[in-house]
């Protein structure tokens, strides 16, 4: 059977689509996280010589849990905590974030690829391809968490976040952002991600894009 064509954003700046899940009454908090987003950025970590500062910010169990993870399981709200507060402990200045993020974006593109295989021999493919697959993309990396998306112009949108509790760690946002530079800018010449720092809750954020 053909793989289903990937839902087409608005047109024209409208009301923000919901891609995970499909109405905003059925977003629940965030519970789990795959453990790729700890594993690639771990890497980063070693080659800064910072990991073992990492690992000293973190109090049992969830140091063992962290120091032992591997790509691919799933991590618990209060592991995934634990782990960005000690990130952010390490006073990393922000393009230092970044880049560790599109490192970790680097290692994530196998994913995405994986579900763009179905589109990527389409003619004019964009930013807007991978954003239509969003929704799919986040139910493989994450467990509850709501994401909407809002286009402002041609090339430029609004990624909303709900519903994250590690919304608050700079190092999760400097990361994100990472990674996706890195994925989306794959499928433009040059991409802009930022956090809306009013959009900035206890719960969730908005990312701008815009790309060229």
């Known amino acids: 059977m053909a793989s289903p064509r990937p839902r087409s954003v608005p047109p024209v700046a409208g009301a923000p689509v919901w891609l995970h899940p499909t109405k905003p009454e059925l977003v629940q908090q965030l519970s ?3 453990s790729t987003l700890v594993a690639a950025g771990a890497e980063s970590l070693r080659a800064l010589h910072l990991y073992d500062r990492y690992l000293e910010n973190l109090a049992e169990p969830h140091r063992s849990t962290l120091r032992l993870t591997v790509a691919g ?8 905590t634990a782990h960005y507060a000690a990130c952010d402990s390490l006073g990393l200045a922000p393009e230092r974030v970044l ?32 954003l239509d697959l ?7 990396m994450f ?8 286009r402002q112009g041609p090339k430029e949108a609004i990624v909303s976040l709900r519903e994250l509790p590690i919304a608050p760690y700079a190092y999760f946002r400097g990361t994100f952002c990472g990674v996706h ?9 040059k991409i802009y ?3 809306v720092a009013s959009s900035l809750t206890p719960s969730g954020f908005d990312l701008r894009l815009s790309w060229v």
Not at 73 to 80: E, G, I, Q, Y
């Open 181 to 189: 530079e890195r994925i989306l800018g794959m499928l433009c010449s």
């Open 99 to 130: 880049e560790i993020g599109r490192g970790i974006g680097t290692k994530m593109n196998d994913l995405w690829a994986g579900l763009m295989r179905s589109i990527v021999k389409t003619a004019g493919v964009t930013p807007w391809s991978a």
């Open 143 to 150: 467990v509850g968490g709501g994401v909407a998306l809002l």
């Open 134 to 140: 969003y929704g799919r993309f986040w139910s493989r």
């Open 32 to 34: 789990a996280v795959r």
């Open 193 to 195: 991600v930022r956090v």
């Open 73 to 80: 399981s799933w991590l618990s709200l209060d592991v995934m």
